[in-house]
């Protein structure tokens, strides 16, 4: 038995050490990935090169035997089309808008919930409080649709009772945005809190009371204690809804469609109507593409940043 | 002492109400799938239906048994299918040092990011071509590629905690790599499992966006049928509400049962909870 224990403390030689790379442990390892990555290489890369093909050509779903190349023009008709940029404005005025609004309710209702957390069913009342992020956002938008009805909806019967004007709150292409931002920030602000839970409840009790001692008001608090505990957790949280921001199609879909006019277009829904409402298929894998480089060069942007301090 | 009890019932107070508001809008589709048509339209609207009324829900699950089954078989089959494919390579990531794991790790990650409008064209064209669209067979493919990833990286961090003292000590006592996965492995990180099962059932159960492009009729899911519902020009509200809380009613039962696994979830396995 000594000896044994006194060979597996020996160093390693170099040489053997180099060899190991290509030994059966290796080779075990890429042969338990390699299924996945396959898996992966079929349903995205194939998919993503051949999209970048189609986007090449003016492919129409109803005749494809007429499919042409023709090189960048679809791009050129793009960067033309007063649509795709309203599409484009649109998306991304949604996601920041959506997010800050989400960070700062999100984050007073963290605060409520923290600060209730001795009492009784708190951890109940938390789950019924983030149904909204379970429920499919079609079921959001139609479940808004109906209580933002001009005339059976429940808002503006209230609204009639309070003597306020009745809107039409989908009806009006400012209106009708701002309600689907609304509806975006109803549904996901619990996720945000969720985080902001996990954030406060990391910062230990012994510095708060530290804090307190020294009689910090709730904004030194909140600067000096708060934020540091609970950014890195927002910044994965803030990362997580851009990517689902700029895919948004659900909501507006069951709401609005786009419109009224092209108020509440957005990017997926302009790429989906082209391709397989107009049969503009070619065009449509256009929008995907600058869809899919905008989001990754933003990803890119947000990973970059989130690397580098080491959140993920 | 005495300020500190008044305190704690006005937290739990405004916590209470929070709740019961910010849940309110589903409350009020709840309420609305027992009104009969009448109740539906009338005004001022009508709170609560005037008797416990069923019909809507007999008939949409008549209308709609088929998209049930739809949904059901393509997020259970592909979630486990997403195991089956990502449980090894997760294994295999967090234990072997290949070359450039971590870039793997990255690249299987930044799949899950990738808005699916730019897969979803040239896979319409390719499932037209192979015979696989509006089928069931290619939904659950399709959503398989869809969950892998999140699966992947949700493993990745649960095999990473696992000590590699347990797994060596049964290579010792003779167990080969399939015995130490099935036996060992995977026991050790079924939180892991339960966390991926949970979100990529949810996901996939609440996709409206494959369903909608890659079937028509044989393999529709349950999010396109009840999005066709509202399409119609005269707008069933009161099926509609009947058929949205049926689609729910899975998932909210899902969130209740596992309520402690929702953080790690919802944020790939970033967050502790």
Known sequence: ?312 | MKKRRSSNVISAASVYVLTFLYILPLLWLLLAAFKTRAEMFKIPPVIFPHKINIDNFIYVLKDSSPYFLNSLIASVCSTFLALLLAIPAAYSLARYNIKRSKDIELWILSTKMMPPIAVIIPLFIIFQKVGIFDTLVGLILLYTAFNLPFAVWILISFFKKVPREIEEAAKIDGCNLIQILMFIGIPLVRSGIAVVVIFSIIWTWNDLLFGLIMTQNAAKTLPVALASYANTLDIKWELMAALAVLQTLPVVIITFLSQRHIVSGLTFGGVEK
Not at chain 1, 230 to 244: A, D, K, T
Not at chain 1, 276 to 300: E, H, R
């Open chain 1, 1 to 312: 038995m000594g000896t044994m224990t006194k060979i597996h403390t020996e160093p390693i030689p170099e040489r053997i050490q180099k060899r190991k790379r290509f030994s059966g442990e290796n080779v075990t390892g890429w042969f338990l990935v390699l299924p996945a990555i396959l898996y992966l290489l079929v349903w995205n890369v194939y998919p993503l090169i051949y999209a970048l093909y189609v986007s090449l050509t003016n492919l129409n779903l109803t005749r494809p035997a007429l499919n042409k190349f023709i090189g960048l023009n679809n791009y050129l008709l793009l960067l033309k089309d007063e649509t795709f940029r309203t599409a484009i404005g649109n998306t991304l005025y949604m996601t920041v808008l959506s997010i800050l609004f989400e960070l700062v309710i999100g984050y007073f209702c963290a605060k409520l919930f923290v600060r209730a957390e001795k009492i009784k069913g708190v951890n109940i009342l938390r789950t019924i409080f983030i149904l909204p992020i379970m429920i499919t956002p079609l079921v959001a938008g139609l479940l808004w649709s109906y209580i933002l009805n001009p005339t059976l909806g429940i808002i503006n019967y209230i609204f009639k009772i309070l003597h306020l004007p009745i809107l039409p709150w989908l009806g009006d292409e400012k209106l009708a945005y701002y309600s689907i931002v609304a509806i975006n920030v109803w549904q996901w602000t619990p996720f945000m809190m969720l985080l902001i839970i996990a954030g406060l409840n990391s910062i230990p009790k012994s510095l708060i009371e530290v804090a307190e001692l020294e009689g910090a008001g709730w904004w030194k608090k909140f600067i000096h204690l708060e934020i540091p505990f609970i950014s890195n957790i927002i910044s994965i949280g803030v990362f997580i809804r851009v990517m689902e921001n700029l895919k948004m199609f659900d909501v507006v879909y069951a709401t609005t469609n786009g419109g009224p006019g092209k108020a509440t277009e957005m990017a997926s829904l302009l790429a989906y109507r082209q391709s397989f409402l107009y049969y503009q298929t070619g065009y449509g894998a256009a929008v995907a593409v600058l869809i899919l480089i905008l989001s990754t060069i933003l990803v890119q942007l947000l990973f970059k940043s989130m690397w580098r301090r080491d959140v993920v």
